[in-house]
């Protein structure tokens, strides 16, 4: 932390917050203070100034100027104080190794030619990821030991509403929040998926991008992103200004993870879900939120 605002914004800031405190509550730069975890810090709008609210210390935050950094789960670097992202994730690096069969353009080997890879056509590779997303959510291993992690968690809560607990109304009520705070959470678990419901994502995924490439919008290159994000909206439809965009598909409602299950599953990052998930809804509006963009309808 600065102890004193050493450039023009943070002084802005500082004067900005100051001058929005009570007149009783306005004081001085604490010199003595050092911040700690347990400080509480504020940032003015308009300003990447973090403020200490009991020393006023600032702290310039934002990429190429915090200190403090610290690397997330996902390999994402972010300020400890103000949680602003400085620093993408880091990219993956791979190297390239030469075996005894393989030959590079200087080889001697003339006659060696390189094997090619087969194209697949892009239709076909997104309803093989959407195959592989749907058994991974509805019918795998995994989706079982989260169904029943997640029904053990909440026949616990039932009884830690009911210990110490009398037979009268307010009991039920405490074991009724309980049991219906785990109720998303509980889904269960389907014996097959329809596979009718792969080619309908595979379709969405592609009607979502020409969208997306034809209004110049953001949207996430990779296919299984597109069709978790899909997923979660088809799980209780998206519908700005009361206009069908995407609509509810029981299946998916019915036997579907809630959004927070889904970091649960191997290979998921939940902040690119979440990114997924808003792209796809800014596909579906304009700029001022009205529908541009309606799905077509599922048939089972």
């Not at 500082?14 to 400080?39: E, F, G, I, M, W």
């Not at 959004?259 to 700029?287: F, H, M, N, S, W």
């Given at each position: ?30 010199y ?38 610290v690397?997330?789960?996902?390999t ?67 989706r ?37 705070h ?27 991008k ?11 290159q ?16 998206f ?14 409602h ?7 299950q ?19 809804q800014r ?18």
């Amino acid at each position: 932390m600065d102890i004193v605002p050493q450039t023009a914004d943070a002084r802005q800031a500082l004067q900005r917050y100051v001058a929005s405190l009570p007149a009783n509550k306005r004081t001085a730069v604490d010199y003595a203070h050092r911040c700690t975890q347990n400080c509480k810090y504020t940032m003015p709008a308009k300003y990447n100034i973090a403020i200490c609210t009991y020393s006023l210390h600032t702290h310039r935050c934002g990429v190429g100027k915090c200190t403090l950094g610290v690397t997330m789960q996902d390999t994402t670097t972010a300020c400890r104080i103000t949680g602003i992202e400085i620093q993408p994730p880091a990219e993956q690096q791979h190297v390239s190794i030469q075996t005894p069969r393989s030959f590079n353009r200087s080889s001697s080997v003339h006659w060696s030619t390189p094997s090619r890879r087969a194209r697949v056509p892009a239709g076909k590779l997104i309803r093989g990821t959407a195959v592989d997303i749907l058994h991974k959510v509805f019918v795998s291993d995994k989706r079982q030991h989260i169904t029943r992690a997640a029904e053990n968690s909440r026949q616990n809560a039932g009884v830690r509403a009911l210990i110490n607990g009398k037979c009268d109304y307010w009991t039920y009520r405490k074991v009724y929040r309980a049991v219906d705070h785990h109720f998303a959470s509980c889904s269960t678990v389907p014996t097959t998926v329809p596979p009718t419901l792969a080619t309908y994502l595979a379709d969405m995924s592609q009607i979502v991008k020409v969208e997306s490439k034809k209004r110049n919008l953001v949207l996430k290159q990779n296919n299984a992103c597109i069709v978790y994000g899909l997923l979660q909206l088809l799980a209780c439809g998206f519908s700005p200004g009361g206009v069908k965009c995407i609509r509810q598909i029981e299946f998916v409602h019915e036997h579907g993870l809630s959004p927070t299950q889904y970091a649960k599953l191997p290979g998921i990052r939940a902040r690119q879900q979440t990114i997924a998930v808003r792209q796809i809804q800014r596909v579906c509006v304009d700029e001022s939120g009205h529908a541009v963009l309606q799905l077509p309808l599922y048939n089972p």
